[in-house]
């Protein structure tokens, strides 16, 4: 039996699957292991290239394996799927695993570190609750409106519904409708709160971080957008350009071309849509304040914006706000408004 070089590995929550080859590509290595006995098994063998589906947990069984001097890479599920072969279970997918972690042209996910994956889960909780939050606004309205009771929208409609609701003098509303809308009043304060204290968080780590007070200086982008950004992109030289970052962000049109012919269509919306939907949210602030001239720093958004949709002006300013972003990332730069 040859000495293993190449380990697909196959995680799920509490039996995995593991296939080894050799150097000359005879397989080794077939069989299950249990969550307990992962780390003890690849302790028995000597390091080697392991392969893993960039999916839940990958990251922190990344960052084990590699403190044991196994070279791991990871790759999204979509780039591995072509690999398997006729019907899939465990192990067809732990072959194709390490049939791609073998190939020159793959695409590789970095492990990431604890403290990205934590920043990031600030994020990502953030992010629930302002859904939570704006569920309970939308609830509050549709309930009241059926009372007629009808605000306008933003803050100060959900402020003045409110206090209608907290004002047990108003004889608008029944008592027993208020004994029930109260407790989603609660809550919303609730909410509020919480993400005002994620807000603090994720605003403490961004000053703290070198290279996302850096991306802050870009028009568009801010504390938010800037940590979210540093601890996604682990290392900007897997990128070739910025067009390249701006694709991998799905902020490019979609190609459906064939026979020399150029069919371009809406963007492709692939890769980290929260990165994404951050970029186009900046890029609508900088076009509202072009466009009611309350900014003439930005000549080109101004320009684009006159000729083009508003909405795919803001678009193409997003994928601009990525090629800067990366410019920067390599550089070790800050943003300079070039002069008119």
């Not at 809308?181 to 994720?202: E, K, Y």
């Not at 290392?235 to 070739?240: A, C, H, K, Q, Y």
């Amino acid at each position: 039996m040859g000495e293993v070089t190449t380990v697909g590995l196959d995680i799920a929550k509490h039996v995995f699957q593991v296939h080894g080859i050799d150097a000359q590509g005879t397989v080794v290595i077939r069989r299950k292991v249990r969550r307990s006995e992962l780390l003890k098994f690849f302790q028995s063998i000597r390091p080697c290239l392991v392969g893993m589906e960039a999916c839940a947990t990958a990251h922190h069984w990344g960052r084990e394996l590699q403190s044991m001097g196994h070279k791991v890479r990871l790759m999204p599920p979509a780039y591995v799927k072509p690999y398997v072969k006729r019907q899939k279970n465990d192990m067809a997918d732990a072959e194709a695993i390490c049939e791609a972690v073998s190939r020159p042209t793959m695409r590789f996910v970095p492990v990431k570190t604890s403290e990205q994956q934590a920043v990031l889960m600030l994020h990502r909780s953030r992010e629930l609750l302002i859904r939570q939050r704006t569920m309970l606004i939308n609830a509050l309205r549709g309930h009241l409106a059926e009372f007629g009771v009808v605000m306008r929208q933003g803050a100060a409609g959900v402020t003045s519904l409110i206090a209608m609701l907290e004002d047990h003098g108003n004889s608008l509303i029944d008592p027993t409708a208020r004994e029930a809308l109260l407790p989603l009043v609660a809550q919303l304060h609730d909410t509020q709160g919480r993400i005002a204290d994620l807000d603090r968080r994720i605003l403490g780590w961004h000053r703290s971080n070198a290279v996302s007070r850096r991306l802050e200086t870009i028009p568009g982008i801010g504390p938010i957008t800037a940590s979210a950004i540093v601890a996604t992109i682990t290392d900007p030289s897997l990128f070739r350009s910025g067009r390249q970052l701006a694709a991998w962000l799905g902020l490019v049109p979609r190609q459906n071309s064939s026979g020399g012919k150029d069919r371009l269509g809406h963007i492709t919306k692939k890769g980290d849509g929260y990165i994404r939907r951050l970029l186009v949210i900046g890029a609508h602030a900088v076009l509202r304040f072009v466009r009611n001239g309350k900014s003439a720093s930005n000549q080109w958004a101004a320009e684009f914006v006159s000729r083009k949709p508003y909405k795919v002006a803001a678009t193409a300013l997003a994928n601009k706000m990525a090629r800067i972003v990366w410019a920067l990332l390599t550089r070790e730069e800050e943003f300079k408004v070039r002069a008119a």
